[in-house]
């Protein structure tokens, strides 16, 4: 592994550098403070740079060995998984009859006198079934709609009830006279 470095990643490092010292001169000016900047020898600024370039360097190995690990991981995948593929081979001892022959066995249910292959008989089942299922669940869904139709109709005569009933009790408002019969005098 070669630890190079571009030209492009140091010129941009020491981009950020500068941006940084204006920032700090800016601000130094603004607070009206006498900046004593000691210009820095060639030892000094090859040094930060080195130093710039070292920590860059380290960030591109560590990446540089997570990508190498990853590579190495699905390459040994790989390779099993191809030694597997190559380990198949179709058995060289059977024929063609042979298979043919156990193709040709039919298993079958015996009642009487009725035979049935077992494949049949499971798909009758299975067929049997799902048309249970699908007239019960029909038949559930028309009851739902009936209930649901006996609803809305008992809603619809409640309001009806409560409209006339309302309309009775402003009919009867009225209050009854209070007279009295009068009293039959006994001669």
């Not at 990508?67 to 179709?90: D, E, G, M, P, R």
């Amino acid at each position: 592994m070669a630890k190079t470095i571009s030209n492009d990643a140091i010129w941009e490092k020491l981009s950020e550098i500068d941006e940084k010292l204006n920032n700090v001169l800016d601000k130094q000016q603004q607070d009206n403070v006498p900046v004593n900047i000691q210009p820095l020898s060639n030892d000094e600024v090859l040094a930060s740079i080195k130093e710039y370039a070292f920590i860059l360097g380290k960030s591109n190995d560590s990446h540089f060995e997570a990508n190498l690990k990853n590579i190495t991981t699905l390459n040994n995948n790989v390779l099993s998984i191809k030694k597997a593929v190559n380990n198949l081979s179709a058995p060289e001892n059977i024929n063609m009859n042979e298979i043919k022959a156990l193709l040709g066995k039919k298993d079958i249910f015996r009642f009487g006198i009725i035979k049935f292959r077992k494949t049949s008989f499971i798909i009758t089942i299975f067929g049997i079934l799902i048309f249970i299922l699908t007239v019960f669940s029909m038949k559930l869904y028309s009851d739902s709609l009936i209930y649901q139709n006996k609803y809305y109709r008992e809603i619809i005569t409640t309001q009806n009830l409560q409209i006339e009933n309302d309309s009775l009790r402003t009919k009867t408002s009225v209050t009854p006279s209070t007279k009295t019969k009068p009293k039959k005098v006994d001669d």
